[in-house]
């Protein structure tokens, strides 16, 4: 089992920034892939950004590429989503995300583990 806690969502204007922040406890954490997702109201869940267990692989959707950047710190059991130049669209709840590989924590159906989401909105 893996457990997922994430933090550092809040409101902010657009242009602005966040770090959300996701640790991890119960399973070796540089063994498995961690990712991000989001969830805006009425919207589905999708793919935000991915990192391999090694953090040698990185995946960005292209609605956040040259703005957001994940990254991991393996000796924290923490994966980070930076969030830069924040816009009114990026409005959702993120939720941290764990599977075995890069390709399957950046498909819906294929991950393993959820975090309980944290709420970022972005103010115009």
């Known amino acids: 089992q893996v457990q997922l806690v994430e933090s550092g969502g809040g409101s902010v204007r657009a242009g602005g920034s966040l770090r959300l922040s996701c640790t991890t406890s119960?399973?070796?954490?540089?063994?498995?892939?961690m990712g991000w997702f989001r969830q805006a109201p009425g919207k589905e869940r999708e793919f935000v950004a991915g990192i391999s267990w090694s953090g040698g692989n990185t995946a960005h959707a292209d609605s956040v590429k040259g703005r957001f950047t994940i990254s991991r710190e393996n000796a924290e059991n923490t994966v980070y989503l930076q969030m830069n130049s924040l816009k009114p669209e990026d409005t959702a709840v993120y939720y941290c995300?764990?599977?075995?590989?890069?390709?399957?924590?950046?498909?819906?159906?294929?991950?393993?583990?959820w975090g309980q989401g944290t709420q970022v909105t972005v103010s115009s």
């Open positions: 119960g399973r070796t954490f540089n063994r498995i892939a």
């Open positions: 995300a764990a599977a075995v590989s890069i390709m399957d924590v950046s498909t819906l159906a294929a991950v393993h583990y």
